[in-house]
Antibody, heavy 123, light 106 residues
Framework: EVQLVESGGGLVKPGGSLRLSCAASGFTFSNAWMSWVRQAPGRGLEWVGRIKSKPDGGTTDSAAPVKGRFTISRDDSKNTVYLQMNSLKAEDTAVYFC??????????????WGRGTLVTVSS | SYELTQPPSVSVSPGQTASITCSGDKLGDKYASWYQQKPGQSPVVVIYQDTKRPSGIPERFSGSNSGNTATLTISGTQAMDEAAYYCQAWDSSTAVFGGGTKLTVL
């Protein structure tokens, strides 16, 4: 059974930093492309970014609102993907979901989702 | 930046067919996916690559994509299908979601 478990959320002041983790199990993590998707309270889904598998280059892509502030990385030895969030703003307040991506490389879909972890940015 | 537009809400009677649209510039040239999200739960993919259903998704869910519009169709809608639905596509290595459609079954 595939499991994605996010952790690391919490309350942080504007301008602060936080690192989210997503522990994966039940599939070959090292071959998986992984994404982060967030959802502000009462709002829709917003893609944050993704990291490709190392065999596919291990490169990352990020959404414009977080580019330069958020960094995605992975540790295949721990089956874990990370989201380092710096210079946090109030508008980053959201539940952050980890997903495993599947399908064709040009248009993968978000196959498995974690339960999410809440990040609140407030003074 | 690329945008996907969905109607905020759609209503359907039980047993009837619900159609949820998603509009974007030349969306038909891209692949669309659809996600169902019930209150307090994580999203679930119901359609990917325009028309494909993941295992475990009922046959009453189907999708199409042509021109500027992708459509999610739910045939014989059931009360359990009441949820928010989001379309999604890729544009230049960036994933874009539509704003979501609240489907009410009444």
């Amino acid at each position: 059974e595939v499991q994605l478990v996010e952790s690391g959320g919490g309350l942080v002041k504007p301008g602060g930093s936080l690192r989210l983790s997503c522990a994966a199990s039940g599939f070959t993590f090292s071959n998986a492309w992984m994404s982060w998707v967030r959802q502000a309270p009462g709002r829709g889904l917003e893609w944050v970014g993704r990291i490709k598998s190392k065999p596919d280059g291990g490169t990352t892509d990020s959404a414009a609102p977080v580019k330069g502030r958020f960094t995605i990385s992975r540790d295949d030895s721990k089956n874990t993907v990370y989201l380092q969030m710096n210079s946090l703003k109030a508008e980053d307040t959201a539940v952050y979901f980890c997903t495993s991506d599947q399908g064709i490389p040009a248009a993968p879909y978000f196959h498995h989702w974690g339960r999410g972890t809440l990040v609140t940015v407030s003074s | 930046s690329y945008e996907l537009t969905q109607p905020p809400s759609v209503s359907v009677s039980p047993g009837q067919t619900a159609s949820i649209t998603c509009s974007g510039d030349k969306l038909g040239d891209k692949y669309a996916s659809w996600y169902q999200q019930k209150p307090g739960q994580s999203p679930v993919v119901v359609i990917y690559q325009d028309t494909k259903r993941p295992s475990g998704i009922p046959e009453r869910f189907s999708g199409s994509n042509s021109g500027n519009t992708a459509t999610l169709t739910i045939s014989g809608t059931q009360a359990m299908d009441e949820a928010a639905y989001y379309c999604q596509a890729w544009d230049s290595s960036t994933a874009v979601f539509g704003g979501g459609t609240k489907l009410t079954v009444l």
